[in-house]
């Protein structure tokens, strides 16, 4: 993770600031944003005293960008071009428990597709050895081998016509950039979705912005990769899929996750929160 600049706030106006350094090492996971009792969030709770458990994120898509934490309750006021509560703007899921990773957030899928076609995969793949998890000390996305075989062949397809670049490793499916077209959400590229299991949730959408990754000039790579049968989970969404992209809410007392469409559509980013004097 990225440097942060931490607040007691009641979202529009900073009343105390301090600095820490994240770290996006697997053994300070527990004492990052992770459950349990020694995590950042379980500690701020007990010391501002907060009501509601509950933290939101936004993560920036590069470390010279801001992003932003909330501890407690919002508002989470977005500035021009856009001016609104983000928490308004949030589909809900719910949050998963796990206890062979008790430190570990998860929600449950029923399928992914890449442009708005279901991936074939083994029929309860998503469900099995810890399921789906959201992780954003992983740079990209891993995905267990039965799950990335068929996710990437399906975006495979859907690329047909787009020239391929060199595999550039642990990323295999390599574009030449040049011959993509650039929109508002990135290179335009098929959408990927992760399909929530809960009825009307919704959709995870994972636009060219965060789903191509540029390596090299002229060369963008499927940002995803094979964890092969040893992966801990089906799924693990990594902090590239996160970027600049989405708002998250994770609201512990409630067992559930908010998630927001992508900030970009809306013309804004991750480092717009508005904290200035109302």
């Known amino acids: 993770l990225k440097d942060v600049t931490t607040n007691a706030t009641d979202g529009k106006t900073p009343s105390a600031r301090g600095a820490f350094s994240g770290r996006s090492e697997r053994r300070h996971r527990r004492r990052g944003l992770g ?37 407690g309750s919002g508002p989470y ?13 949030l589909s809900y899921t719910d949050l998963v428990h796990d206890p062979r990773r008790p430190s570990a957030y998860g929600i449950r899928l029923r399928g992914i597709a890449v442009n708005q076609e279901a991936v074939p995969l083994p029929a309860g793949a998503l469900g099995r050895g810890g399921g789906v998890t959201l992780d954003a000390a992983l740079p990209y996305t891993v995905l267990r081998c039965d799950v990335y075989r ?7 397809r ?12 642990p990323l295999e499916l390599c574009f030449n950039s040049s011959a993509l077209g650039f929109t508002r959400v990135g290179y335009a590229v098929a959408p990927v979705d992760l399909m929530m299991a809960a009825r009307g949730c919704g ?4 636009f060219g912005a965060n789903s191509l990754v540029q390596v090299a000039p002229g060369v963008a790579c499927l940002a995803f990769f094979d964890g092969g049968w040893a992966a801990p989970s089906a799924v693990a969404a990594g902090g590239f899929q996160m970027g600049n ?9 409630a067992s559930r996750l908010g998630f927001s469409g992508t900030l970009l559509f809306m013309r804004t980013t991750c480092g717009n929160f508005n904290f200035s004097t109302s």
């Open 35 to 71: 459950r349990g009792s020694v995590s950042l969030p379980a500690q701020l709770y007990e010391k501002l005293s907060l009501i509601k458990r509950q933290f939101a994120i936004c993560l920036p898509s590069t470390a010279a960008a801001p992003g932003v934490a909330f501890f």
């Open 77 to 89: 006021g977005l500035m021009p071009s856009t001016q609104f509560d983000a928490g308004a703007a």
């Open 150 to 156: 068929p996710f990437v062949d399906a975006f495979r």
């Open 158 to 169: 859907a690329t047909a016509l787009v020239p391929r670049a060199p595999s550039v490793p």
């Open 203 to 206: 959709n995870w959408t994972v």
């Open 245 to 253: 992209n989405f708002f998250l809410l994770f609201d512990e007392a």
